[in-house]
């Protein structure tokens, strides 16, 4: 699976939108791309995943560049509860999900 | 946590005596995986099963054994403890070999002395 880069910590406005990007140059055609968080050392949770196209849910949006090198998850309107790490993790389909853990990205919500 | 459960969810014991972490989930998935999650790390798959009493070993297999005897529980064995296994345990499970998503236990958090 392909490696991920992403910043170690962000800060954002509660209300405001939270842009968490995250780089993956190495991703192969058939490697989704996931997201998930996890809350104060509760087990991670899951976000969402896109393969291309922009996908969106209640939870947030995803936006991956045309050449799928890098994406953005959006969380449009933060609040405190959103305060976790974020995890990217890029995989493909074959056989079990063995998830690759970078160090995420630590982001805060500000009141 | 979709129906996942670990026990115990705290334990503390003592070098070199063995301990068995359980995983228990109701919802009938098929791939069931153990991790280990180390202060400022992510997690790092230790063990992971595709089926019953089929396993296979992740990325720090090293001095822990798995056995899934039935669908729903599948147990992390230590032998025997080292202070360098004490962590935060979780499982997780999901269904398909597709996209779906990966659903997380609550934890368990070990110390070895």
């Known amino acids: ?111 | 946590d979709a129906g996942i459960t670990q026990s115990p969810r705290h334990k503390v014991t003592e070098t070199g005596t063995p301990v068995t972490l359980r995983c228990h989930q109701t919802e009938n998935h098929r791939y069931m995986y153990w991790y280990r999650q180390d202060p400022g790390h992510g997690l790092r798959l230790i063990h992971y099963s595709y089926g019953v009493k089929d396993t296979d070993k992740g990325e720090v297999s090293d001095g822990y054994s798995v056995s899934r005897s039935k669908t729903e529980d599948f147990l992390l064995t230590l032998e025997s403890a080292t202070s360098s296994q004490t962590s935060v345990y979780f499982c997780a499970a999901h269904s398909s070999g597709g996209v779906d998503e990966q659903f997380f236990g609550p934890g368990t958090r070990l110390t070895v002395l």
């Open chain 1, 1 to 111: 699976d392909a490696k991920t880069t992403q910043p170690p910590s962000m800060d954002c406005a509660e209300g405001r939108a939270a842009n968490l990007p995250c780089n993956h140059s190495t991703i192969s055609g058939n490697e989704y791309v996931y997201w998930y968080r996890q809350i104060h050392s509760q087990g991670p949770q899951y976000i969402i995943h896109g393969l291309k196209n922009n996908e969106t849910n209640e939870m947030a949006s995803l936006i991956i560049t045309e050449d799928r090198k890098s994406s953005t998850l959006i969380l449009p309107h933060a609040t405190l509860r959103d305060t976790a790490v974020y995890y990217c993790i890029v995989r493909g389909l074959q056989g079990a999900q063995k998830l690759v853990f970078g160090q995420g990205t630590r982001l805060t919500i500000n009141p």
